[in-house]
């Protein structure tokens, strides 16, 4: 399949999408859908519409503000308690559901896969729940004295009663000389969980950064570094580590995967921001940036080729030392991922991948597949901005379709239309693509394996994508007895 | 660093040498008290098991720690989900829709649908009718429902949107495009009650306003109303069971299928309740609820406004299902066909030869109420001891006299105690202070077993670490067989833990128990 027909095939496929929509709809969709090339003219990750409003009606793939705050940023500070404020199903749904990996004695001195609701009631909407959240804020600190810290994440109903948590978190903090934030993420904020980012960042800008407390007595060395917007899914930022100590570098700080308070507190004193996530933690680096005159960098530890490329681009802010002893590093591990490569790609070779993710693996991922010989030919973001899809565009190595904020509907068409051989996105589209027999890999929860950020977890990420196009398993779809070839 | 013939992932991976080392340097920067002080949180450990930690655990008023119930939007999109074509919507923000599929679909391992008309700030400010109109529309013309089921978040409650005057406005600005679908409706705000109010809102508002014709009573029609059923499994034997008194007995709100498609294509709508027997429901002879709890304002429309005769039953366990089916004879007059006294013969067999590892054991149980009464049932017919009956949702009225009847059965009934509204963090302590042998329950159970070594018997929703579970029956005769198996086999995984040290233990390592 050339490429103009790859192109066309997909131009094609987003034509036949459109129809089925109501006009006003159709106009609102055709505005988020497109193609792009690597090389050439301005294509879709240049123009296309993205974080706005999701067209009402439709299975989105989105979550909300709340779930980007206490789901993503703030939860998996460890050593602090993360208060669901408001009813009672946020808090559940939400639970454990991440692999943000930690370790610590759970319930004792760290809590992030347990739930702490204000659990509302009725009476709660009527009078307001600040009664409720102060003594609620009293309790935790009765029975678990060893939290670092509380946070309020706020639920719908919080902001439409007008409901003073700041107050609440002002005067907790002032009687009890800890850290109270009140973070307002109500999940009717904004249009997906993209602002619940933002306003986490800025509840870390504006009470964990002025916290010099940590800072005051910390040595510092020259190679200090530290790792921001990893969430340490199935242990991301602790292969990661392995890495950056390897090269020389001293790790400061974890944002916010196994991240402890204090290690936000002291993140100013690093000599460098390594950003992953760009799309959920660009804030708080920017102001880092500003404030502290910390540099930072977007890195990519997906695949031996980014993540090569980043070591580089990581020791160029150090000296000769450093960066020779990334040379050994790289060369270590490449014989290793080359192995691996050699290993798997004969069976992975020319595979066509489609992906849905978040704000960040959409692009990030590409060059770990395009590594193993597969073909990326679909992407698209739940919750990106432009500059997201600017990003992308470097990453693309043939035409490809970009969907943005695309519902169930759309996807299943686009697979039904460009028939890929693995289909790599979230658990509500995991059965779907499964049940049409196709390959399918959650890229959230990494499917409950990783980590697949560094050398070594590359090696995880090669086995994972083998293991799912190669088990036997897809070829019992088709009964004995069904002896028509579907679509040959 | 890996080996290439033997790749790990995490669980291993960070076991290397390389890797705690990682970990220790990180210990440096970290500021959690097992970082800095791990003697106090040994400390702190042990308080959390003492009698003062349990008293003031379960004098909380506020804090609500590890929760044992959901909201109700989720139970409203189950109800949906039971019937042919039917589309749940939920008028809010995508982020609850979002949730909900995934919970569902983390238990089940299925796909969820459900759409939401993602409302946000501006409908916080002018009401949700905008996000009604386009997308009632666009649901219609994506899925072609031939019923969308709306209930609502928390949110839209906040903000008092009416839905019923939305419907009607967005079907008139509709062109048409609305004209032949079902929309009932229910409000199920987040803040009242949980997961099972949302059921019962949900299935109360589409039996008002979808089934109205009233005409002439049907003898033999008969609908059950199986509940917030996370046992696909079950539904399938009740209505085996159902079947053997009459062609007529239609479950309302039947998720069996939606939940359980095969390989081969995906469909987004599977099984169902019939509409046509939907719309029949109101001139059946009988209603027979199976979750009485979980159709408490469904029972009143039934009882007081079609004037229908309304029975609940919980086919749960021996006796439970005893009542059901002496229930559908009575009802549909007819001798208890030959099968099902097999079938319970042969339960009951399976109880005398199970009995002695279950007799005398104690449980720790949570889950819904009318699961709770169900399953405890049958803990007292086995002559286990169920120590802790923990429900955090449990209703105000009656439920913690009825479980305490079912206790007062057992001849041990002085040490069972029932905790209505707890949570789970203060069955921790319970776990500590009062012990028992092992719990029944959900995943959440999973951190109970880590922190107090109770072995977990996983009965009850949502277990998401095991796979297929759901797709057993435990209600019925042939479901009880599958909870004595569970619970009986369970106890022997145990034992042989605890028998299995060379030269210590394992004299009582038998081959045959």
């Known amino acids: 399949m050339g490429p103009e027909t790859l192109e066309s095939l997909q131009k094609q496929a987003i034509a036949e999408v459109l129809e089925a929509y109501p006009e006003k709809a159709k106009k609102n969709r055709a505005k988020h859908l497109g193609t792009d090339n690597p090389e050439g003219v301005k294509g879709s990750c240049d123009t296309t519409r993205s974080n706005k409003q999701t067209v009402p009606g439709v299975m989105s793939q989105r979550g909300c503000a709340y779930a980007g705050s206490k789901g993503v940023v703030w939860g998996p500070i460890k050593d602090m308690i993360h208060i669901s404020h408001g009813p009672i199903g946020c808090g559940q749904y939400s639970r454990g559901g991440r692999r943000n990996y930690y370790i610590g004695t759970t319930g004792i001195d760290t809590f992030v896969t347990m739930n702490f609701s204000t659990d509302f009631n009725e009476k709660d909407i009527v009078f307001g729940g600040d009664k409720k959240l102060k003594k609620a804020l009293e309790e935790i600190d009765e029975l678990f004295p060893l939290n670092n810290g509380i946070s309020i994440q706020s639920e719908c109903p919080i902001g439409l009663i007008g409901d003073d948590i700041q107050a609440v978190a002002k005067v907790h903090k002032k009687e009890t000389g800890h850290q109270t934030v009140a973070v307002s993420c109500e999940g009717f904020r904004g249009v997906s969980q993209s602002l619940g980012h933002h306003i986490a960042n800025d509840m870390i800008r504006d009470h964990v950064m002025p916290d010099t407390s940590h800072r005051k007595d910390f040595e510092s060395t020259p190679y200090d570094v530290a790792i921001i917007g990893d969430y340490n899914i199935g242990g991301d930022a602790w292969s990661t580590r392995l890495i950056l100590e390897e090269m020389g570098l001293r790790v400061i700080a974890q944002w916010s995967g196994d991240a402890t308070y204090k290690e936000l507190a002291i993140a100013p004193k690093a000599k460098l921001n390594l950003l992953h996530c760009y799309r959920s933690m660009n804030y708080i680096s920017r102001h880092m940036e500003q404030e502290f005159g910390i540099p930072w960098m977007e890195y990519n530890f997906f695949g031996p080729t980014k993540t090569t490329e980043s070591l580089r681009k990581i020791a160029s802010f150090f000296d000769e030392k450093i960066q020779e002893q990334t040379e050994k590093v790289i060369a270590k591990y490449t014989a290793m991922t080359d192995a691996v490569i050699a290993k798997f790609r004969p069976m992975l070779e020319g595979k066509k991948v489609m992906l849905y993710v978040g704000g960040l693996r959409p692009r990030h991922v590409i060059g770990a597949y395009e590594d193993l010989g597969m073909e990326v030919i679909g992407t698209g973001y739940e919750f990106g901005h432009g500059d997201d899809y600017k990003r992308t565009k470097e990453d693309l190595g043939r035409s490809t379709l970009i969907y943005d904020d695309a519902n169930e509907y759309e996807l299943e068409e686009f697979v039904k239309k460009l028939r890929p051989d693995l289909v790599a996105a979230g658990v509500k589209e995991k059965y779907v693509f499964q049940k049409m027999g196709l390959p399918f890999r959650q890229m959230h929860s990494w499917d409950y394996s990783g980590p697949y950020h560094g050398y070594d977890a590359f090696a995880i990420f090669a086995k994972d994508m083998d293991l799912a196009m190669n088990s036997p398993v897809w070829n019992h779809t088709k009964a004995p007895w069904d002896k028509e070839v579907e679509g040959a | ?513």
């Open chain 2, 1 to 513: 660093m890996q080996d290439l013939d033997n790749i790990v992932n995490g669980q291993k991976l960070f076991l290397k040498p390389e890797y705690q080392e990682v970990l220790k340097n990180k210990k440096e920067f970290e500021g959690s008290m097992g970082a800095i002080n791990p003697a106090k949180v040994e400390e702190i450990q042990k308080w959390t098991e003492s009698w003062d930690y349990r008293e003031k655990n379960l004098a909380r008023e506020a804090i609500t720690v590890n929760p044992a119930k959901a909201c109700q939007p989720l139970g409203a999109v189950m109800v949906a989900l039971g019937f042919e074509n039917t589309m749940p919507y939920v008028h809010g923000s995508h982020g609850c829709v979002a949730y909900f599929r995934t919970y569902f679909t983390r238990h089940f391992k299925e796909p969820t649908p459900c759409v939401s008309d993602s409302m946000s700030e501006s409908a916080a400010v002018f009401g949700g009718l905008a996000n009604m109109k386009d997308g009632l529309r666009n649901c219609n013309a994506l899925y072609k429902p031939e019923m969308i089921a709306v209930s609502t978040t928390c949110m839209a409650e906040v903000i008092g949107d009416d839905l019923g005057a939305f419907i009607i406005g967005a079907k008139d600005e509709a062109e048409g495009e609305l004209d032949n679908v079902l929309i009932p409706n229910a409000h199920t705000p987040s803040f009242v009650g949980s997961h099972i109010t949302g059921y019962d809102n949900m299935m109360k508002s589409i039996l008002e306003q979808v089934s109205t014709e009233k005409t002439t009573v049907d003898e033999e029609r008969i609908n059950i109303i199986p509940g917030f059923e996370p046992y696909l499994g079950s539904l399938k034997e009740i209505k085996k069971i159902s079947k053997m008194f009459g062609d007529k007995i239609v479950m309302i709100g039947d998720h069996e299928e939606q939940w359980d498609t095969g390989a081969g294509e995906y469909k987004l709508y599977a099984g169902g309740t019939k509409i046509e027997d939907l719309k029949g429901s109101i001139n059946a002879k009988a209603t027979i609820s199976l979750q009485k709890y979980s159709s408490i304002a469904t029972a009143k429309t039934i009882k007081n406004k079609w004037k229908q005769t309304y029975e609940t039953c919980n086919p749960i366990g021996l006796s439970g299902t005893d009542a059901f089916v002496m229930k559908l004879a009575e009802l549909t007059g007819k001798e208890i066909p030959e099968e099902l006294k097999q079938q319970r013969a042969r339960l009951v067999d399976a109880m005398q030869d199970s009995y002695p590892y279950m007799h005398g054991k104690k449980i720790a149980i949570w889950g819904d109420p009318d699961f709770l009464l169900g399953m405890v049932s049958f803990l007292v017919e086995m002559g286990a001891i169920p120590t802790h009956v923990v429900c955090h949702n449990a209703p105000r009225k009656n439920w913690e006299a009825e479980m305490r009847a079912i206790l007062d059965k057992s001849n041990r009934s002085d040490e069972c105690n029932i905790w209505p509204g707890k949570d789970l963090w203060a069955l921790r302590s319970l776990l500590f202070t009062e012990p028992v042998d092992f719990m029944i329950g959900n995943v959440y159970g999973k951190e109970l077993y880590r922190d107090t070594k109770t072995p977990l018997i996983r009965i009850g929703f949502p277990i998401f670490d095991r796979h297929h579970l759901h797709r057993y029956s435990m209600s019925g005769y042939e479901g009880g067989i599958n909870l004595l198996t569970w619970i009986t086999n369970g106890i022997l995984d145990q034992l042989d833990e605890e028998t299995k040290d060379i030269a210590e233990t394992d004299y009582f390592f038998d081959s045959v128990r």
